[in-house]
């Protein structure tokens, strides 16, 4: 069976981050398409509408969608979310660690936002693939982990370092996950676990107002859909602002910055702003 199968009627899906944002519309799509979906998110209003939401339009029946409190960065929730989704479904083929906290933001910021955002963004990625990876590796059909990164854990701009960290650990996490589940003899054939990083550009999410430039979160879902089913690992979207051209320029600029022995960040430094906007556009 193709990779692409792993989105077919009757296949469980788990998506952290699921009340809001890319989270809501990927459960959106997959219920639509006939999956089972774990919807799992701080519990409140914001989750309980979303799975509502997600219920009713469910094509298998409300039945095939469970919402699950969980707050991420607590290893005892991710448990409860693994027993929780095989109680319900019995099996699970593709997981989406997708939840975030932009807490924080300068390096003026308090300790703790700088450890939660950790806890939040990177541990909590980490704890899920632990606790369901045996499962995603005895299933006998295709399954699938996507972990949610960003350009900001790519190119590093100014502004949220606390963020662009945990994203940029998130990514060479997702890396050697993928590395590692390549190389297992016990992970072999078409029925493998494969892994993905997904990169959205700048997408209206949460409760913002939709902005010329910005995408809706349906046209990352599209992305999600087809770079998994296409095996491909890094899925970069773009937006109606920065052009795929432009991600490539700018992750290669960013990379030079080591080879061509430049400053950091030298994008945003003054002796070399100029070239790299030009370099990059
Ligand atoms: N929106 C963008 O422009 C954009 C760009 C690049 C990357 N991303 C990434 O895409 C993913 C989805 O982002 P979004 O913008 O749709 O998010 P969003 O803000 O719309 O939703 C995030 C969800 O995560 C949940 N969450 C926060 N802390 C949690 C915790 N501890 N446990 C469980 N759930 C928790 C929130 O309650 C919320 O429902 C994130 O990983 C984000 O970093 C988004």
Same mark, same amino acid.
């Given at each position: 069976?193709?990779?692409?199968?792993?989105?077919?009627?009757?296949?469980?899906?788990?998506? @952290? +981050?699921?009340?809001? +944002?890319?989270?809501?519309?990927?459960?959106?799509?997959?219920?639509?398409?006939?999956?089972?979906?774990?919807?799992?998110?701080?519990? #409140?209003?914001?989750?309980?509408?979303?799975?509502?939401?997600?219920? &009713?339009?469910?094509?298998?029946?409300?039945? @095939?969608?469970? +919402?699950?409190?969980?707050?991420?960065?607590? /290893? =005892?929730?991710?448990?409860?979310?693994?027993?929780? @989704?095989?109680?319900?479904?019995?099996?699970?083929?593709?997981?989406?660690?997708?939840?975030?906290?932009?807490?924080?933001?300068?390096?003026?910021?308090? /300790?703790?936002?700088?450890?939660?955002? *950790?806890?939040?963004?990177?541990? #909590?990625?980490?704890?899920?693939?632990?606790?369901?990876?045996?499962?995603?590796?005895?299933?006998? &059909?295709?399954?699938?982990?996507?972990?949610?990164?960003?350009?900001?854990?790519? @190119?590093?701009?100014?502004?949220?370092?606390?963020?662009?960290?945990?994203?940029?650990?998130?990514?060479?996490?997702?890396? &050697?996950?993928?590395?590692?589940?390549?190389?297992? /003899? =016990?992970?072999?054939?078409? +029925?493998?676990?494969?892994?993905?990083?997904?990169?959205?550009?700048?997408?209206?999410?949460?409760?913002?107002?939709?902005?010329?430039?910005?995408?809706?979160? =349906?046209?990352?879902?599209? *992305?999600?859909?087809?770079?998994?089913?296409?095996?491909?690992?890094?899925?970069?979207? /773009?937006?109606?602002?920065?052009?795929?051209?432009?991600?490539?320029?700018?992750?290669?600029?960013?990379?030079? =910055?080591?080879?061509?022995?430049?400053?950091?960040?030298? !994008?945003?430094?003054?002796?070399?702003?100029?070239? &790299? !906007?030009?370099?990059?556009?």
């Amino acid at each position: 069976m193709e990779r692409g199968g792993i989105f077919e009627s009757g296949k469980v899906a788990v998506i @952290t +981050g699921a009340a809001l +944002g890319i989270g809501k519309a990927l459960a959106l799509r997959l219920a639509g398409k006939g999956m089972s979906v774990v919807m799992a998110d701080l519990p #409140g209003p914001d989750l309980d509408a979303a799975v509502a939401e997600v219920q &009713a339009a469910a094509s298998a029946g409300p039945e @095939t969608v469970l +919402g699950q409190a969980t707050d991420v960065s607590k /290893p =005892d929730q991710i448990d409860a979310l693994k027993i929780a @989704t095989l109680a319900a479904f019995s099996q699970v083929e593709l997981l989406v660690n997708n939840a975030v906290t932009r807490t924080g933001r300068g390096f003026d910021a308090d /300790p703790e936002s700088w450890r939660q955002a *950790m806890e939040v963004n990177l541990w #909590g990625p980490v704890t899920a693939v632990q606790a369901f990876l045996p499962d995603l590796l005895a299933n006998p &059909a295709p399954t699938a982990i996507v972990n949610t990164g960003s350009k900001q854990g790519i @190119t590093n701009p100014p502004g949220h370092p606390i963020y662009n960290m945990t994203k940029s650990a998130l990514k060479t996490y997702t890396e &050697a996950l993928e590395h590692d589940l390549r190389n297992r /003899p =016990d992970n072999q054939g078409a +029925g493998r676990l494969s892994t993905h990083l997904l990169v959205p550009g700048w997408t209206t999410t949460g409760k913002a107002e939709h902005k010329p430039g910005a995408w809706l979160p =349906d046209r990352v879902v599209d *992305m999600l859909l087809d770079g998994v089913a296409g095996e491909r690992f890094y899925i970069i979207c /773009p937006d109606d602002e920065v052009t795929a051209e432009m991600d490539a320029k700018r992750i290669l600029w960013a990379a030079q =910055d080591i080879t061509e022995n430049r400053p950091p960040l030298s !994008r945003w430094h003054p002796d070399f702003a100029e070239v &790299a !906007r030009k370099a990059c556009s």
